[in-house]
């Protein structure tokens, strides 16, 4: 009754999101106006530097340390996804990827919602024959980025909706620090409109196919909760901290041996996903697991032996 309560509640915020109406607008670079603003923003259309960007851009980005921000900033439409959006987000997690100076995103959304999925005013207004492209190793899938696979670790911080392509969104990322009052879901089924952004590739290996059915067939709103409970939420925070505690994570997670960290990380996505059989998957973990010992477990293995981290101690 709690998840249905919040499911309501949100809805009345979703709804004008979810009419469909015949209003012409074309998204695209062109009509997106640049206004300079003291804001940090980390892009890959100006070469990986840190330069002041518009708050009205579609997504924005900040980047501290090692760490960057990467926000959809369409709070207007629940931060609905268009296509001028979609290619932003592609390319800032793209450049996030390539960039040394980086280890860890965050990706989240302005306004009280991570996203409420594609933006279904403009699928309704379009006419013409689709142009997705359909070789998933041609180009981006229509959120933009679900198709990557990223060589570093990203933390979707969760608030208000994250449903249809927005929940394929945050499956994207390898942690979810989710509010109290978030809602999750296949919203999309009521609408005819299916997952093409790794939904069903992914919902099924995160929390099991018998789980990820039950959202798939039935479209039902999952609460913070019940998706901690099933492993698609890592953590559960309390509402307007999603982001801090990502941070926070992402942090922690910047600070340890990266070559290391990043290594254990392919190995348990190649196991999940690509691995052939059990053999070829501890072949692959033994094969990028030895270059690792001498570039950073023998210095590890030192500051151990004096002192560092003896008794259990984290830090």
Known sequence: MRVLAMALKHLRTLTPLLRFNCQSK?????????ILVPVKSYSAQHGGEDTGRAAGQTV????????????????EVRNAVNQETARRLLEELKAFDSDPGLNVA???????????????????????????????TKGPGPMGPSRLQLSKPLI??????????????ALLADLRVVEESAVMGVFCRRFGVPLIDGGTVRLPRLIGLSRALDLILTGRPVGAQEALAYGLANRVVPDGQAL????ELAEQISSFPQQCLRADRASAMYGCYDAPSFTQAMQYEIDHGIPVIQAEAVAGALKFTSGVGRGGKYS
């Open 26 to 34: 074309t998204f695209g670079k062109d009509s997106i106006k640049t």
């Open 60 to 75: 924005v980005s900040e980047r501290t340390g090692s760490v960057v921000t990467v926000a959809i900033n369409r709070p």
């Open 106 to 136: 965050i990706l989240h959304g302005k306004g009280g919602n991570f996203c409420a999925g594609y933006d279904l005013k403009e699928l309704a207004n379009h006419t013409g024959p689709s142009k997705l492209e359909q070789d998933v």
């Open 156 to 169: 979707a911080a969760v608030s208000g909706f994250a449903v249809a392509g927005g929940l394929e969104l």
């Open 244 to 247: 801090q505690a990502a941070l």
